[in-house]
Nanobody, 126 residues
Framework: QVQLVESGGGSVQAGGSLRLSCAASGSTFRVNRMAWIRQTPGKGREGVAAIYTGTLTTYYADSVKGRFTISQDNAKKTVYLQMNSLKPEDTATYYC???????????????????WGQGTQVTVSS
């Protein structure tokens, strides 16, 4: 019901920056939280940032705190992830995800999100 399309991924040197975007469409009226979740073959899935769309309360994984910022536009149609001071360990496929209703776990738990985009690749070289 909710369609999410990520963009903005790419390849950068360590210390560089990228800004990811997630465009939401479809039945978004019940969405109350959005997240960026990354996946690597060795480490699996890790929720890196989340935002509650009504209160704009944000949450960050310790590994990205102080470097990444999640935000949304005024219409709640686009969510962003500003990534600064990128490190090689940030290399992953980054997924945008949307949650509806009451969360069943912590904000960064991937199980809180039912609708996912296709992902965008971020590669950070040292």
């Amino acid at each position: 019901q909710v369609q999410l399309v990520e963009s903005g991924g790419g390849s950068v040197q360590a210390g560089g920056s990228l800004r990811l975007s997630c465009a939401a469409s479809g039945s978004t009226f019940r969405v109350n939280r959005m997240a960026w979740i990354r996946q690597t073959p060795g480490k699996g899935r890790e929720g890196v940032a989340a935002i509650y769309t009504g209160t704009l309360t944000t949450y960050y994984a310790d590994s990205v705190k102080g470097r990444f910022t999640i935000s949304q536009d005024n219409a709640k149609k686009t969510v962003y992830l500003q990534m600064n001071s990128l490190k090689p360990e940030d290399t992953a496929t980054y997924y945008c995800a949307a949650g509806r209703g009451r969360a069943t776990g912590l904000p960064l738990w991937d199980g809180n999100y039912a609708d996912w985009g296709q992902g965008t690749q971020v590669t950070v070289s040292s």
